[in-house]
């Protein structure tokens, strides 16, 4: 099991809005900033958001990420048969003195 | 831009030492930290560890006995040895940047593609 917890999949139609919860603890979420990441198998992963709400430059803006307490979200409004992959949450942890994981979750644009 | 390609034996015996070098073109090693992450079907994306330019480390406890990373700064490569591999230690091994203050501050930007290394006799 993950540190963090995603669910394993979630969908949604083109142009929807969808959004990806990940759940942690006060060692992890609740005391850093959570980072998103976007993994199409066989290829590097991508970052996605950075500090919890930063997007990095060519990440489109349909692209968000907040967070709360010990949870963070990833939000993509406008939903498009290209964000058909799986996403990942990462924080450090503070138990572990390292970063940890959520165990992804399988984006389906239906 | 810079890129990471990671590279080395796709197989391994079981008791052996797991050797990865991730090679980084593009820019510059100076002021970052170097990660290595892997990815299996059972235990998802674990961080094994990182160094930084200068030099500190920081390994997962779960790993620490058998990790060593390194630098070679005048070939811009990552080294990663595993020792003792069991097939437990087959994953996609990926090395990544790691950017922004502290290393608790981190993110992981670029990554490489990932190498896949197969632990069996």
């Known amino acids: 099991q993950s540190v963090l917890t995603q669910p394993p999949s979630a969908s949604g139609t083109p142009g929807q809005r969808v959004t990806i919860s990940c759940s942690g603890s006060?060692?992890?979420?609740?005391?850093?900033?959570v980072n998103w990441y976007q993994h199409l198998p066989g290829a590097a992963p991508k970052l996605l958001i950075f500090?919890?709400?930063q997007r990095p430059s060519g990440v489109p803006d349909r692209f968000s990420g907040s967070k709360s307490g010990t949870s963070a979200s990833l939000a993509i409004s406008g939903l498009r048969s290209e964000d058909e992959t799986d996403y990942y949450c990462a924080t450090w942890d503070d138990s572990l003195d390292g970063w940890v994981f959520g165990g992804g979750t399988k984006l389906t644009v239906l | 831009q810079v890129q990471l390609q990671e590279s080395g034996p796709g197989l391994v015996k079981p008791s052996e030492t797991l050797s990865l070098t991730c090679t980084v073109s593009g820019g510059s090693m100076s002021s970052y930290y170097w990660s290595w992450i892997r990815q299996s079907p059972w235990k998802g994306l674990e961080w094994i560890g990182y160094?930084?330019?200068?030099?500190?480390?920081n390994y997962n406890p779960s790993l620490k006995s058998r990790v060593t990373i390194s630098l070679h700064k005048s070939k811009n490569e990552v080294s990663l040895k595993l020792t003792s591999v069991t097939p437990a230690d087959t994953a996609v091994y990926y090395c990544a940047r790691g950017r922004g203050g502290s290393p608790s501050d981190h993110w992981f930007d670029p990554w490489g593609q990932g190498t896949l290394v197969i632990v069996s006799s």
């Open positions: 160094m930084s330019y200068s030099e500190t480390t």
């Open positions: 006060s060692s992890n979420i609740g005391s850093h900033a």
């Open positions: 500090s919890n709400t």
